[in-house]
């Protein structure tokens, strides 16, 4: 039987080789509306990795539905430029997509020099803490044209269809959604009257660029907002899209506001194919499922199981563009695959930056960070197997050097393994392998359990030697540290320590943080325990809960700033803290450790003392550079580059991207 994943299918009068979608995504890459040579750059290198369909944006109908770093499509100026991105992503083997998107009460005044953003109804945004003005029903109309006046510049520019972003809270499902819709008028109070203002916009755009040209929508499966549209409201809105011409569906889940994962490490791969088989079989369309969709195993298996006909790959594709290419011709186990870090895409976009990509260096900078080969080959040695290791000596091979890896372990992958040792964060470990996989594949010589010293170095006689030996977690100058039952967060997440039942840890940055998280699973149900319980109705649904959430230890966090995680990218601290709040971790902050004693640690907060009882005392006070050669080399005369948290602290993206610069620049 053919693979589902490279099946041909239709939308509309539209044929695709296959069954993967790369879905709009903001990447911050416009510049003043404008399509930039780093936009197309980007999306070319995606269509060439064998993606069938690609959708850009989301994209402005107006003046009021984005910001200049959207790509515009409100104006006849930017047809050019959205052409240029077309024909190269159809010119490298992809058809074309456009999503149009209206922020509504999303948008931030900021970016309307001081407008106030529109909405159904003034109800203020949780995400932008701003109230926006209601719109009036002329308004409502104009804003109906535009989105047909911007789709008909999408089809003159040469795409091969238009999206409409109908969800996630933006101003289409704000009208939809009774939270954000207050209206008394023929656009509020019933579902038929919320749903009208969505429903008239794909009439105008049928109406504008004619019958047969491809319309898709994105919608949610699931908004995960109180006292917003049900479950059965968004099925109803699906089937009357459907009604009106629509071709296909897009389905993803959650707005901006709401407190349920979506796109973090900790949501399982797949999860919300539920809610596309939901959209499936309520309506006659191509449904396409999307999030946390990051393997070829995952994506196959939906589509076989009738969840969905297609699947939405945007982080798996800025990951490794070529996930489709080597999914067909049997190489899956070369993909680099996304690790819903969030590191580099969306807490790119909190700190108003163009999205990067932990895994991919190369993401953003296809044609800047291009690796030239080198005229002259160098014998190059990379000491520490680590991420910063493995990703130098990738793309120091790339370069042309005859390069070996030297790691004083049996494995390798260094403190991703420790960062994938937590509850919901088994990703990092993935990343480990799979950078393990790449330096097999390229046929990188490897000495592991091989320690490395200078009369190493003097053997190899390398031409070049790269030092990414990592770091070592520190200590605290207090009295007691030195007890056996203290011990060091990194031991704990490596299983090289126990603890007891009443467990301190001192330090809550990101590793305290995670050490906490996975302390506090000890005991819980596992997901499949959970899912017996739940079937065979052997215990109240809120027993199991707590079970599953509550564990065998009492944990407490020392921290002595104002808050915890202050280390931790946006994208996920809320989540993990989330997640601290629901197992009752106790958090002490604005207080210091000041002595251990067998029994319990005495700790200060505001000038008074208090002692806490303790089993286990852990600490995740931090860590310094481990870099015992750099001296040694540096006198030897070689050429040594350092890099990862040998050079200084950072986090993994710090270490990969490095890594990269440092191999590809030898």
Known sequence: MSDPLFQKIQIGQLTLKNRIYMPAMHLNMAEDFKVTDRLINFYAERARGGAAMISVGYATIDNMSGNSMNIGAHSDDHIPGLKKLSDAIKSNGALSVVQLNHAGRYNFSFFLDGKTPVAPSAIASRLTRETPRELTVDEIKQIINAFA????????????????????????????????????????????????????????????????????????????????????????????????????????????????????????????????????????????????????????????????????LGRSLIADPYFPQKAESHREKEIVHCIACAQGCFDNLFKLKSVECLCNPMAGYEKERAIQKTSTSKKVMIIGGGAAGMSAAIAAHDRGHNVTLFESSGNLGGQLLLAGAPPGREEFCVLAHD??????????????????????????????????????????????????????????????????????????????????????????????????????????????????SRGTKKITIIEMLDKIGKDIGKSTRWGMLQDIGRRNIDIKVNTRAVAIDETSIRVSSDETEMDIPVDTVVLAVGAKPNCPLKNEIASAGIPCHIVGDASSIGKAFDAVHQGFSVGREI
């Open 435 to 548: 950078l393990a996989n790449q330096v097999t594949v390229r046929k990188i010589s490897v000495a592991l359990n091989k320690p490395v010293d200078m009369s190493t170095i003097q053997s190899f006689a390398p031409d070049e030697v790269v030092l990414a030996t990592g770091a070592y977690p520190i200590s605290l100058p207090i009295p007691g540290v030195d007890q056996a039952h203290v011990v060091q967060a990194w031991d704990v997440l490596a299983g090289h320590a126990h603890t007891g039942k009443n467990v301190v840890i001192i330090g809550g940055g990101a590793v305290g943080v995670e050490t906490s998280l996975l302390l506090s699973e000890k005991g819980t149900l596992s997901g499949n325990a959970v899912k017996f319980l739940l079937l065979n109705q052997a215990e109240p649904v809120q027993d199991i809960i707590h079970m599953a």
């Open 149 to 312: 006046s911007a789709a008909n510049r999408v089809k003159e520019a040469g795409y091969d269809a238009v999206e409409i972003l109908s969800g996630t809270g933006y101003l289409i499902s704000q009208f939809l959604s009774p939270l954000t819709n207050h209206r008394e008028d023929e656009y509020g109070g019933s579902l038929n009257a919320r749903m009208q203002f969505g429903i008239e916009i794909m009439q105008a755009i049928k109406e504008k660029t004619g019958e047969d040209y491809p319309l898709i929508v994105r919608m949610n499966g699931n908004e995960f907002m109180k006292e917003g549209s049900s479950t059965q409201d968004l099925i109803k809105y699906a089937s009357a899209l459907t009604s009106v011409g629509v071709d296909a569906l897009c389905i993803n889940v959650g707005w901006h506001e709401a407190r349920v994962p979506q796109i973090v490490s900790e949501v399982p791969r797949g999860i919300y194919g539920y809610l596309s088989r939901r959209i499936k079989e309520a309506t006659n369309v191509p449904v396409i499922a999307s999030h946390r969709i990051n393997d070829p195993a995952i994506a196959r298996e939906m589509i076989a199981d009738s969840l969905c006909d297609m699947v939405a």
